[in-house]
């Protein structure tokens, strides 16, 4: 008897409803909510800005900041002639955490795509619409230009800046 009463309690405890982490889609969420995730996203992006600023400082190799909110090792890759949606590239990029670690073996890697019609990383993509055949660049990513809050789901945990090795093919 001790057995079933103990079994019916695991039971009901399992069938507890719990709250969702998230909003439902089409949730609401109050002001508060909205206040908070604002400053929490907006602490966030000012100490990883300052934490690759410092990071920056200890390279040999300089970098330069991009209009998105990115830095790239190339001082004149916006001025290049941008890419309009139709054209057609082949790129490959390693992504790495800022201890250098590679974060997957292989690359990532596309051939063929077509810009506007593609989904990438921002920064990747901003880059790529510069960026001439052959030419390799490096970009500092903060996180919420990268996987942001809930990282890749396998090697890129949540809030992680990458370094970001990109070659056009």
Not at 13 to 38: E, M, R, T, W, Y
Not at 65 to 72: D, G, L, T
Request: glycine share 4%.
């Amino acid at each position: 008897m001790k057995k079933i009463i103990l079994l019916c309690s695991f039971i009901l405890i399992g069938c507890v409803k719990h709250a969702p982490a998230h909003p439902p889609v089409g949730g609401i969420l109050s002001q508060k909510d909205l206040d908070n995730s604002k400053n929490r996203s907006k602490n966030l992006n000012l100490i990883e800005r300052n934490q690759i600023e410092d990071w920056i400082k200890n390279q040999d190799e300089a970098f330069y900041p991009m209009s998105m909110n990115y830095w790239v090792n190339d001082k004149n890759l916006q001025n290049h002639r941008k890419k309009e949606n139709g054209e057609v590239v082949s790129y490959q990029y390693d992504i790495y955490d800022f201890d250098l670690t590679k974060l997957y073996e292989t690359p990532v890697q596309n051939k063929n795509k077509v810009f506007g019609r593609f989904e990438e990383l921002k920064p990747v993509e901003d880059a790529l619409r510069h960026m001439e055949k052959d030419q390799e660049v490096t970009l500092l990513i903060p996180s919420s230009l990268g996987f942001g809050t809930y990282g890749d789901n396998d090697q890129i945990p949540n809030d992680m800046p990458l370094i970001i090795k990109l070659k056009v093919l």
